[in-house]
């Protein structure tokens, strides 16, 4: 029904920064929420940011200033630019989409900051 593949995760070293892109594929309606989410290691899922249709943003306080959530509506696409990058932030990110009470999870991409 819904597919979303995300691409972008590396391993980058702290103060550097990554581009996350997610595609949505399938039965996608007008209005919608997408964004991110992550869980690292020993901790809970958390959600990073989120985007709607309409273009309003949230974003989790730790991130704050330094990442950005953006997205394509006629592509069904959502990027989250991420820069200052911290230890912290390693993580497996996940895509979101939510739709008519609905929510869809991509597989995840890796997200390693380290020297």
């Known amino acids: 029904q819904v597919q979303l593949v995300e691409s972008g995760g590396g391993l980058v070293q702290p103060g550097g920064s990554l581009r996350l892109s997610c595609a949505a594929s399938g039965s996608i309606f007008s209005i919608n929420t997408m964004g991110w989410y992550r869980q690292g290691p020993g901790k809970q899922r958390e959600l990073v940011a989120r985007i709607a249709s309409v273009g309003s943003t949230n974003y989790a306080d730790s991130v704050k200033g330094r990442f950005t959530i953006s997205r394509d509506n006629a592509k069904n696409t959502v990027y989250l630019q991420m820069n200052s990058l911290k230890p912290e932030d390693t993580a497996v990110y996940y895509c979101?989409?939510?739709?008519?009470?609905?929510?869809?999870w991509g597989q995840g991409t890796q997200v390693t900051v380290s020297s």
């Open positions: 979101n989409l939510q739709q008519r009470r609905v929510d869809y």
